[in-house]
């Protein structure tokens, strides 16, 4: 499964950007979905995940409210909607495919996850 993020960008805080990730898989509604993101210096953080269907969806506290995750199976794409972003949020954006069509699966380690995008950079200012 190639996987493909696009949509970052500068944006001041306050704004929002949506992130998008095209993948290649044509059984792409087998696959839960996530969205990671890496901070200069950090360790790769959870940031939200959805099951194959989209009715089931997990978020970081620090983004829950803000942030929503969403997903298009018949465009093979997952979204991730930031809004009132602030500068904390800087980090380059990686979205990820689980192969699973589990309801309930692990979603918060990087390791749960089978492909990787190659990432989007988002940056806030402040």
């Known amino acids: 499964v190639q996987l493909q993020a696009s949509g970052g960008g500068l944006v001041q805080a306050g704004g929002s950007l949506r992130l998008s990730c095209a993948a290649s898989?044509?059984?792409?509604?087998?696959?839960?979905m996530g969205w990671f993101r890496q901070a200069p210096g950090k360790e790769r953080e959870f940031v939200a995940a959805?099951?194959?269907?989209?009715?089931?969806?997990y978020y970081a506290d620090s983004v829950k409210g803000r942030f929503t995750i969403s997903r298009d199976n018949v465009k093979n794409t997952v979204y991730l909607q930031m809004n009132s972003l602030k500068p904390e949020d800087t980090a380059v954006y990686y979205c990820a495919a689980q192969r699973t069509t589990a309801y309930y699966f692990n979603y918060f380690k990087t390791q749960s996850y089978n492909y990787w995008g190659q990432g989007t950079l988002v940056t806030v200012s402040s």
């Open positions: 959805l099951n194959w269907s989209g009715d089931n969806t």
């Open positions: 898989e044509r059984t792409f509604s087998n696959y839960a």
